[in-house]
Protein backbone atom coordinates (compact mmCIF):
# COMPACT_ATOMS: atom_id res chain seq x y z
CA UNK A 1 0.00 0.00 0.00
CA UNK A 2 0.93 3.37 -0.75
CA UNK A 3 0.83 6.28 2.03
CA UNK A 4 1.82 9.94 1.60
CA UNK A 5 2.56 12.83 3.76
CA UNK A 6 3.15 16.30 2.82
CA UNK A 7 6.99 17.25 2.70
CA UNK A 8 6.39 20.33 5.40
CA UNK A 9 5.19 17.49 7.88
CA UNK A 10 8.17 15.43 7.28
CA UNK A 11 10.29 16.97 10.35
CA UNK A 12 6.61 15.59 12.11
CA UNK A 13 7.65 12.45 10.93
CA UNK A 14 11.53 12.50 11.76
CA UNK A 15 11.25 12.92 15.44
CA UNK A 16 8.73 10.97 15.70
CA UNK A 17 10.67 8.03 14.21
CA UNK A 18 13.31 9.25 16.00
CA UNK A 19 11.78 9.22 19.33
CA UNK A 20 10.91 5.21 18.99
CA UNK A 21 14.88 4.36 17.91
CA UNK A 22 18.24 6.30 16.18
CA UNK A 23 17.06 7.52 13.38
CA UNK A 24 20.31 8.27 10.71
CA UNK A 25 19.80 10.36 7.04
CA UNK A 26 21.50 12.42 5.06
CA UNK A 27 22.66 15.36 6.97
CA UNK A 28 25.03 18.15 5.70
CA UNK A 29 27.52 19.39 7.90
CA UNK A 30 30.21 21.71 7.25
CA UNK A 31 29.03 21.42 3.48
CA UNK A 32 29.26 17.80 2.96
CA UNK A 33 26.40 15.50 3.04
CA UNK A 34 26.79 12.15 5.57
CA UNK A 35 24.58 10.08 7.64
CA UNK A 36 24.17 11.10 10.85
CA UNK A 37 21.61 10.59 13.74
CA UNK A 38 18.97 12.83 13.51
CA UNK A 39 18.71 15.73 15.51
CA UNK A 40 15.79 18.89 16.11
CA UNK A 41 18.60 20.99 14.66
CA UNK A 42 20.42 18.60 11.71
CA UNK A 43 19.96 20.12 8.60
CA UNK A 44 18.75 16.99 6.47
CA UNK A 45 19.01 16.46 2.93
CA UNK A 46 17.24 13.91 1.47
CA UNK A 47 17.25 15.80 -1.65
CA UNK A 48 21.31 15.01 -2.49
CA UNK A 49 21.80 12.09 -4.41
CA UNK A 50 25.31 10.19 -3.03
CA UNK A 51 26.08 10.62 0.31
CA UNK A 52 30.10 11.30 0.34
CA UNK A 53 30.43 8.09 2.18
CA UNK A 54 28.93 5.38 1.55
CA UNK A 55 26.05 3.78 3.82
CA UNK A 56 28.43 0.78 4.10
CA UNK A 57 29.80 2.36 7.68
CA UNK A 58 26.43 1.54 9.46
CA UNK A 59 27.26 -2.40 9.06
CA UNK A 60 31.09 -2.38 8.21
CA UNK A 61 32.36 0.68 10.05
CA UNK A 62 35.87 1.86 9.24
CA UNK A 63 37.70 0.66 12.62
CA UNK A 64 36.39 -1.31 15.32
CA UNK A 65 37.55 -3.34 18.39
CA UNK A 66 37.03 -6.69 17.75
CA UNK A 67 37.76 -8.02 21.16
CA UNK A 68 40.62 -7.41 23.94
CA UNK A 69 43.25 -9.19 26.17
CA UNK A 70 43.66 -8.57 29.42
CA UNK A 71 46.57 -9.77 31.70
CA UNK A 72 45.93 -10.82 35.27
CA UNK A 73 48.77 -12.59 36.79
CA UNK A 74 49.92 -15.68 34.32
CA UNK A 75 46.10 -15.43 33.46
CA UNK A 76 44.63 -13.65 30.09
CA UNK A 77 41.15 -12.52 30.53
CA UNK A 78 39.16 -12.36 27.00
CA UNK A 79 36.91 -9.77 26.76
CA UNK A 80 34.50 -9.42 23.46
CA UNK A 81 32.75 -6.36 23.04
CA UNK A 82 28.98 -5.71 24.35
CA UNK A 83 26.92 -6.59 20.94
CA UNK A 84 24.31 -3.53 21.08
CA UNK A 85 20.53 -4.72 20.88
CA UNK A 86 19.35 -0.88 20.14
CA UNK A 87 17.01 -1.19 16.39
CA UNK A 88 18.45 1.76 14.28
CA UNK A 89 16.47 3.35 11.00
CA UNK A 90 18.91 4.13 7.79
CA UNK A 91 16.28 6.67 6.40
CA UNK A 92 16.88 7.63 2.85
CA UNK A 93 19.64 5.80 1.72
CA UNK A 94 19.59 5.39 -2.08
CA UNK A 95 18.68 1.93 -4.35
CA UNK A 96 22.79 1.49 -5.04
CA UNK A 97 24.02 1.68 -1.72
CA UNK A 98 21.13 -0.53 -0.29
CA UNK A 99 21.81 -3.34 -3.20
CA UNK A 100 25.48 -3.18 -1.79
CA UNK A 101 24.12 -4.15 1.49
CA UNK A 102 23.56 -7.33 -0.30
CA UNK A 103 26.77 -7.82 -2.06
CA UNK A 104 28.33 -7.58 1.09
CA UNK A 105 26.04 -9.83 2.72
CA UNK A 106 27.50 -12.59 0.52
CA UNK A 107 30.94 -11.85 2.34
CA UNK A 108 30.05 -11.26 6.09
CA UNK A 109 27.20 -13.94 6.22
CA UNK A 110 28.69 -16.44 4.68
CA UNK A 111 30.51 -18.86 6.42
CA UNK A 112 32.03 -18.06 8.72
CA UNK A 113 29.46 -15.21 9.54
CA UNK A 114 30.90 -12.14 10.86
CA UNK A 115 28.88 -11.73 14.09
CA UNK A 116 30.11 -8.25 14.36
CA UNK A 117 28.08 -6.99 10.92
CA UNK A 118 25.25 -9.96 11.19
CA UNK A 119 24.27 -7.90 14.49
CA UNK A 120 23.98 -4.59 13.23
CA UNK A 121 22.29 -5.85 9.73
CA UNK A 122 19.48 -7.36 11.98
CA UNK A 123 18.72 -4.44 14.22
CA UNK A 124 18.49 -2.07 11.03
CA UNK A 125 15.42 -1.03 8.99
CA UNK A 126 16.48 0.48 6.04
CA UNK A 127 14.78 2.96 4.16
CA UNK A 128 15.12 3.66 0.16
CA UNK A 129 15.09 6.85 -1.41
CA UNK A 130 13.88 6.21 -5.64
CA UNK A 131 16.60 8.19 -7.46
CA UNK A 132 14.38 10.68 -9.34
CA UNK A 133 17.27 13.17 -10.09
CA UNK A 134 20.02 10.79 -10.39
CA UNK A 135 23.48 12.55 -11.28
CA UNK A 136 25.52 12.35 -14.47
CA UNK A 137 27.99 9.92 -12.92
CA UNK A 138 25.23 7.30 -11.81
CA UNK A 139 25.20 4.45 -13.60
CA UNK A 140 23.27 1.95 -11.19
CA UNK A 141 21.08 0.62 -14.35
CA UNK A 142 23.68 -1.23 -15.43
CA UNK A 143 23.88 -3.60 -12.36
CA UNK A 144 19.75 -4.38 -12.77
CA UNK A 145 19.36 -1.72 -9.89
CA UNK A 146 15.62 -0.03 -10.81
CA UNK A 147 16.59 3.48 -8.84
CA UNK A 148 13.17 4.62 -9.86
CA UNK A 149 10.87 1.32 -8.34
CA UNK A 150 13.57 -0.27 -6.51
CA UNK A 151 12.33 -3.31 -4.27
CA UNK A 152 15.78 -2.54 -2.00
CA UNK A 153 15.32 -2.30 1.80
CA UNK A 154 11.86 -2.34 4.10
CA UNK A 155 10.49 1.19 2.63
CA UNK A 156 10.72 2.76 -0.54
CA UNK A 157 10.04 6.48 -0.80
CA UNK A 158 9.84 8.96 -3.21
CA UNK A 159 10.10 13.15 -3.11
CA UNK A 160 7.56 14.88 -5.84
CA UNK A 161 6.90 18.18 -5.47
CA UNK A 162 5.07 18.86 -2.43
CA UNK A 163 4.71 15.35 -1.07
CA UNK A 164 6.35 12.31 -0.01
CA UNK A 165 5.21 9.12 -0.98
CA UNK A 166 5.88 5.40 1.02
CA UNK A 167 5.92 2.05 0.36
CA UNK A 168 6.07 -0.41 2.96
CA UNK A 169 7.58 -3.79 1.43
CA UNK A 170 8.77 -5.84 4.64
CA UNK A 171 7.52 -6.94 7.71
CA UNK A 172 10.26 -4.34 9.45
CA UNK A 173 8.63 -1.66 7.24
CA UNK A 174 4.98 -2.24 8.31
CA UNK A 175 6.39 -1.68 12.03
CA UNK A 176 7.83 1.38 11.16
CA UNK A 177 4.81 2.41 9.00
CA UNK A 178 2.97 2.00 12.53
CA UNK A 179 5.37 3.96 14.12
CA UNK A 180 3.99 7.07 11.54
CA UNK A 181 0.33 6.74 12.65
CA UNK A 182 -1.46 9.48 11.18
CA UNK A 183 1.00 11.43 10.09
CA UNK A 184 1.23 8.97 6.56
CA UNK A 185 -1.96 9.17 4.93
CA UNK A 186 -3.04 5.51 2.93
CA UNK A 187 -3.64 5.65 -0.39
CA UNK A 188 -6.06 3.60 -2.33
CA UNK A 189 -4.35 3.48 -5.51
CA UNK A 190 -1.23 4.80 -6.34
CA UNK A 191 -1.16 8.48 -7.20
CA UNK A 192 -1.03 10.04 -10.92
CA UNK A 193 1.11 12.37 -9.47
CA UNK A 194 3.72 9.40 -8.58
CA UNK A 195 3.59 7.82 -11.62
CA UNK A 196 4.16 10.56 -13.54
CA UNK A 197 7.56 11.60 -11.69
CA UNK A 198 9.09 8.17 -11.92
CA UNK A 199 8.00 8.26 -15.68
CA UNK A 200 10.02 11.35 -16.03
CA UNK A 201 12.64 9.74 -13.74
CA UNK A 202 13.22 6.85 -16.34
CA UNK A 203 13.92 9.40 -19.40
CA UNK A 204 16.34 11.07 -17.29
CA UNK A 205 17.91 7.49 -16.81
CA UNK A 206 17.76 6.87 -20.29
CA UNK A 207 20.16 9.47 -20.86
CA UNK A 208 22.38 9.24 -18.72
CA UNK A 209 26.00 9.16 -20.38
CA UNK A 210 26.85 5.95 -19.04
CA UNK A 211 23.74 4.17 -18.14
CA UNK A 212 24.27 2.14 -21.05
CA UNK A 213 27.45 0.17 -20.59
CA UNK A 214 28.17 -3.50 -21.89
CA UNK A 215 29.11 -5.69 -19.64
CA UNK A 216 28.00 -8.14 -21.54
CA UNK A 217 31.52 -7.51 -23.41
CA UNK A 218 33.41 -8.13 -20.28
CA UNK A 219 31.79 -11.46 -19.02
CA UNK A 220 32.01 -13.39 -21.99
CA UNK A 221 35.91 -13.23 -22.47
CA UNK A 222 38.17 -15.62 -20.88
CA UNK A 223 39.30 -14.07 -16.97
CA UNK A 224 42.88 -15.11 -18.28
CA UNK A 225 42.72 -12.87 -21.60
CA UNK A 226 41.22 -10.09 -19.35
CA UNK A 227 44.05 -10.53 -16.68
CA UNK A 228 46.49 -10.58 -19.24
CA UNK A 229 45.06 -6.90 -20.89
CA UNK A 230 47.31 -4.36 -21.75
CA UNK A 231 45.13 -1.36 -20.61
CA UNK A 232 45.87 -2.68 -17.04
CA UNK A 233 49.66 -0.99 -17.24
CA UNK A 234 47.86 2.09 -19.35
CA UNK A 235 45.51 2.97 -16.83
CA UNK A 236 47.34 2.18 -14.06
CA UNK A 237 50.42 4.12 -15.07
CA UNK A 238 48.07 7.39 -13.51
CA UNK A 239 47.03 5.67 -10.35
CA UNK A 240 48.48 7.44 -7.42
CA UNK A 241 47.58 4.42 -5.05
CA UNK A 242 46.06 7.10 -2.82
CA UNK A 243 43.06 4.70 -2.03
CA UNK A 244 40.35 6.91 -2.62
CA UNK A 245 38.25 4.78 -4.11
CA UNK A 246 38.13 2.00 -2.36
CA UNK A 247 37.26 4.03 1.04
CA UNK A 248 34.36 5.92 -0.55
CA UNK A 249 32.91 2.62 -2.15
CA UNK A 250 30.40 0.69 -1.23
CA UNK A 251 31.07 -2.58 -1.80
CA UNK A 252 35.13 -2.65 -0.86
CA UNK A 253 35.08 -4.94 1.90
CA UNK A 254 39.42 -5.47 2.31
CA UNK A 255 40.42 -5.05 6.36
CA UNK A 256 43.12 -5.38 7.93
CA UNK A 257 43.38 -6.53 12.10
CA UNK A 258 45.90 -5.39 14.33
CA UNK A 259 46.76 -5.56 17.85
CA UNK A 260 47.66 -2.52 20.01
CA UNK A 261 49.78 -3.02 23.30
CA UNK A 262 47.64 -0.93 26.09
CA UNK A 263 50.45 -1.41 28.86
CA UNK A 264 47.92 -4.24 30.88
CA UNK A 265 46.85 -6.06 27.66
CA UNK A 266 46.05 -5.83 23.98
CA UNK A 267 43.00 -4.29 22.35
CA UNK A 268 42.70 -6.32 19.18
CA UNK A 269 40.77 -3.59 16.12
CA UNK A 270 39.80 -3.97 12.58
CA UNK A 271 40.13 -0.91 10.11
CA UNK A 272 39.56 -0.56 6.60
CA UNK A 273 42.60 -1.44 4.28
CA UNK A 274 42.67 -1.11 0.41
CA UNK A 275 43.94 -2.94 -1.82
CA UNK A 276 45.46 -0.16 -3.75
CA UNK A 277 47.97 0.22 -0.93
CA UNK A 278 51.56 -1.03 -1.35
CA UNK A 279 51.45 -2.88 2.15
CA UNK A 280 48.42 -4.49 0.91
CA UNK A 281 48.54 -8.41 2.06
CA UNK A 282 51.92 -7.58 3.40
CA UNK A 283 53.13 -11.11 4.55
CA UNK A 284 56.48 -12.31 6.35
CA UNK A 285 58.09 -13.24 3.28
CA UNK A 286 56.91 -10.05 1.38
CA UNK A 287 53.88 -8.92 -0.98
CA UNK A 288 52.55 -11.07 -3.96
CA UNK A 289 51.58 -7.62 -5.66
CA UNK A 290 54.74 -5.34 -5.99
CA UNK A 291 53.53 -2.89 -8.43
CA UNK A 292 50.69 -0.80 -8.63
CA UNK A 293 49.53 -2.52 -12.08
CA UNK A 294 49.07 -5.44 -9.91
CA UNK A 295 47.73 -3.85 -7.69
CA UNK A 296 45.24 -1.82 -9.61
CA UNK A 297 44.40 -4.97 -11.34
CA UNK A 298 43.39 -6.95 -8.63
CA UNK A 299 40.75 -4.14 -7.66
CA UNK A 300 39.19 -4.19 -10.88
CA UNK A 301 39.29 -7.86 -11.54
CA UNK A 302 37.30 -8.37 -8.29
CA UNK A 303 34.52 -6.04 -9.19
CA UNK A 304 34.27 -7.30 -12.64
CA UNK A 305 35.31 -10.71 -12.57
CA UNK A 306 36.15 -12.89 -10.15
CA UNK A 307 33.42 -11.57 -7.26
CA UNK A 308 30.60 -12.60 -10.57
CA UNK A 309 32.68 -16.18 -11.23
CA UNK A 310 32.19 -16.88 -7.77
CA UNK A 311 28.30 -15.18 -6.68
CA UNK A 312 25.89 -16.08 -9.56
CA UNK A 313 27.22 -13.44 -12.15
CA UNK A 314 27.01 -10.63 -9.54
CA UNK A 315 29.73 -7.43 -10.11
CA UNK A 316 30.74 -6.14 -7.19
CA UNK A 317 29.74 -2.90 -8.48
CA UNK A 318 26.20 -0.89 -7.71
CA UNK A 319 27.43 2.13 -10.31
CA UNK A 320 27.16 4.27 -6.91
CA UNK A 321 29.44 7.08 -8.89
CA UNK A 322 31.40 8.19 -6.27
CA UNK A 323 34.68 6.60 -7.41
CA UNK A 324 34.36 8.56 -10.99
CA UNK A 325 33.94 11.81 -8.56
CA UNK A 326 36.65 11.10 -6.20
CA UNK A 327 39.30 9.21 -8.02
CA UNK A 328 41.77 12.34 -8.27
CA UNK A 329 43.29 11.16 -11.77
CA UNK A 330 40.15 10.37 -13.33
CA UNK A 331 40.70 6.51 -13.50
CA UNK A 332 37.37 5.10 -12.07
CA UNK A 333 35.57 1.95 -12.81
CA UNK A 334 33.63 3.45 -16.14
CA UNK A 335 36.79 4.32 -17.62
CA UNK A 336 37.78 0.40 -16.90
CA UNK A 337 34.85 -1.21 -18.02
CA UNK A 338 34.82 1.03 -21.73
CA UNK A 339 39.08 0.50 -22.07
CA UNK A 340 37.82 -3.53 -21.73
CA UNK A 341 35.30 -3.59 -24.39
CA UNK A 342 32.52 -1.80 -22.44
CA UNK A 343 31.67 0.97 -23.96
CA UNK A 344 28.43 2.48 -24.13
CA UNK A 345 26.04 0.55 -26.50
CA UNK A 346 23.52 3.38 -27.80
S1 LIG B 1 33.49 0.83 -8.02
FE1 LIG B 1 32.94 3.04 -8.05
S2 LIG B 1 30.90 3.11 -8.98
FE2 LIG B 1 31.27 0.97 -8.41
S3 LIG B 1 30.31 0.77 -6.37
FE3 LIG B 1 32.50 1.28 -6.04
S4 LIG B 1 32.58 3.53 -5.87
FE4 LIG B 1 30.57 2.99 -6.75
S1 LIG C 1 41.24 6.99 -6.39
FE1 LIG C 1 42.20 6.86 -8.45
S2 LIG C 1 44.36 7.39 -8.04
FE2 LIG C 1 43.47 6.87 -6.04
S3 LIG C 1 43.90 4.65 -5.81
FE3 LIG C 1 41.84 4.82 -6.74
S4 LIG C 1 42.24 4.65 -8.98
FE4 LIG C 1 44.23 5.14 -7.99
Known amino acids: MIYQIKTEKLPQLLERLAAAQELCLP??????????????????????????RSAKDFFFPQGERLVSFRMEGRQIQVEAPQ???????????????????????????SDPVDRYYENRRRRATIVTAACLEPEETCFCGNFGIDPVRPQLGDVVIWTAGDTLYWESLTEKGEA?????????????????????????????????PFGHLNLQAISSRDWR???????????????????SCTYVCPTCQCYDIRDFDTGH?????????????????????????????ER???????????????????????????????????????????ELGGKQDV
Not at 178 to 205: F, K, V
Not at 228 to 240: Q, V
Not at 285 to 290: E, S, V
Not at 297 to 312: A, D, I, S, T
Request: net charge neutral.
Open 265 to 293: GVERYRCWDSCMYSSFTQMAHGNPRTTQK
Open 83 to 109: MEENPFVIFGARPCDVRSFQLLDRVFL
Open 176 to 208: LTAQGGELLEALSEEPEALTQAQDGARAIHERL
Open 27 to 52: VEHKGQVDFASWTPKAKVRLDVCNTA
Open 225 to 243: EVFEDPIWEKLSKSCLGCG
Open 296 to 338: FRQRFMHKLVYFPQNEEGLFSCVGCGRCLNKCPVSTHMVKVIQ
